[in-house]
């Protein structure tokens, strides 16, 4: 059920019975790893109350369209991009026919129109409204419009009726909500990525760096979190805000790198990026005070750094590995040979010569190398060089 870690579904109760189903779904999507947030219906609290939901979400539930302090904390717009899902359930008939025929007038069902994610319901009602053709007619109209439908199954109902309309077990919602994510690129996989530069001190405050911001490494972050994945960042000194849904490692030096980067390939990682200009080299010793101006000539003794990323294509937990590289002249062939002596499934580089791509630069052009191919990705914002490089990854990948 690993699609729906990381997710943020936004569980939408509307008035019936089944309602007490969603208190035991909020729990069960938490437990598969989703962020709940719950919206419900005026009359979805006369079957169960918004503090049993706000104590199992953890968060305030949303009931009002106009309530000045829950727009303050996250106004319904927010609410409605935030989510990843929207799910119903249980949706009854008078909300499957408002939201057919596209009303606002509740909160949920403005949500239902603002939002941008996908829609699922779970209807759960008397079997004679669900035969009824008035509601069959607005279920045609809601899968016309892309909403998913889980259910509703047969069986015994509260009323005494037996015949379809009973809701879904809150496994199956689950399971079916879970399904909603498959076509996503990377849903349920785990991506490593190394960003920025490291820092390699020479004395209490000096050091040896390089111009690497991060923002390549960070851009990929974001669209790897966006295609599904769960995305571990191992960022060296940078001052980049943390993407959305993003866990990030905050490293100084190469060796610390190495060592989260290890340790998060052992943890189990399917694509590792490497993205971040780490130092190839460190002082042999780092002065424990500042060193003085004293003599004409300092020389400084450098020792090798840990190749991170050729390290982790020799692992025995050896995940789908990604090179990039800076170069400033035979930048394809550099790259090539790259690709080859570090063993990795593919590289992507970058002429760092000017100044309008690659270092700190907010554009990139890249050629991606792979053993029988290669792309060119021309010039354009890290964010969309992101989008295309993740795009081939995920392909190369799957093969
Ligand atoms: O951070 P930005 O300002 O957005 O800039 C982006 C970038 C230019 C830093 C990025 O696009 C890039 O090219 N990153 C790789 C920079 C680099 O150090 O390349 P390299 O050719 O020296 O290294 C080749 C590969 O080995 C890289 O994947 C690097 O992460 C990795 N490496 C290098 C040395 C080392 N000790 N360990 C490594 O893992």
Redesign the pocket.
């Known amino acids: 059920m690993d699609r729906l870690v990381n997710k943020r579904i936004l569980l939408g109760v509307s008035g019936g019975i089944a309602a007490y189903k969603s208190a035991d779904l909020v729990r069960r999507l938490q437990d598969a790893g989703a962020d709940v947030r719950v919206v419900m219906t005026v009359s979805a609290r006369e079957f169960i109350t918004p503090l049993t939901m706000q104590a199992l979400s953890g968060h305030p539930v949303h009931t009002d369209l106009l309530d000045p302090s829950a727009e303050a904390a996250m106004g319904h717009i927010e609410l409605a991009r935030w989510a990843d899902l929207v799910l119903i359930a249980p949706a009854s008939a008078n909300l499957m026919a408002r939201m057919a025929h596209g009303h606002g007038n509740d909160l949920l069902t403005t949500l239902c129109l603002a939002t941008g994610a996908p829609i699922a319901i779970a209807p759960a009602m008397n079997q004679q409204m669900w035969a009824d053709v008035a509601t069959q007619r607005n279920l045609l109209m809601l899968q016309e419009k892309g909403v998913h439908v889980f259910g509703p199954a047969s069986g015994s109902q509260a009323c005494g009726d037996v015949g379809q309309g009973r809701m879904l077990e809150p496994m199956e919602i689950l399971q079916a909500a879970a399904g909603v994510f498959d076509h996503q690129l990377l849903t349920g996989k785990h991506v490593v990525i ?3 530069p490291t820092r390699e001190a020479i004395d209490p405050v000096r050091y040896i760096t390089n ?7 960070f851009a990929l972050a974001e669209v790897a979190a966006e295609a599904g994945a769960r995305v571990t960042l191992i960022a060296g000194p940078v001052n980049l805000a943390t993407p959305s849904r993003v866990q990030r490692i905050d490293v100084i030096r ?1 060796q610390d790198m190495y060592e989260a980067s290890v340790a998060a390939v052992e943890q189990g990682c399917d694509i590792f990026i ?7 080299y460190r002082p042999v010793v780092t002065a424990d005070h500042k060193i003085k101006k004293s003599t004409e000539e300092v020389h400084l003794t450098l020792v090798k ?6 390290a982790i294509s020799a692992h025995s937990k050896r995940p789908f590995t990604v ?5 400033t002249q035979d930048v394809v062939a550099y790259a090539n040979a ?1 690709l080859i002596n ?1 063993k990795l499934d593919m590289i ?1 580089t ?1 002429d ?1 010569s000017g100044t309008n791509v ?4 907010d554009n ?1 052009a890249l050629t991606v190398i792979w053993p029988d191919g290669h792309k060119v990705l021309p010039l354009a914002s ?1 964010r969309q060089i992101a989008t295309q490089l993740m795009e081939l990854i995920a392909i190369r990948y799957r093969q």
């Not at 111009?211 to 490494?217: R, T």
């Not at 750094?305 to 050729?310: G, H, K």
């Not at 090179?323 to 170069?327: L, S, V």
């Not at 690659?358 to 630069?361: C, E, V």
């Open positions: 190394t960003a920025g111009k690497s911001s991060g923002k390549m490494g190469a490497a993205t971040a200009a780490v130092a190839d750094n840990p190749d991170i990323v050729a090179g990039f590289a800076a170069e790259k570090k992507a970058n760092v690659g270092f700190n630069s990139n890290k």
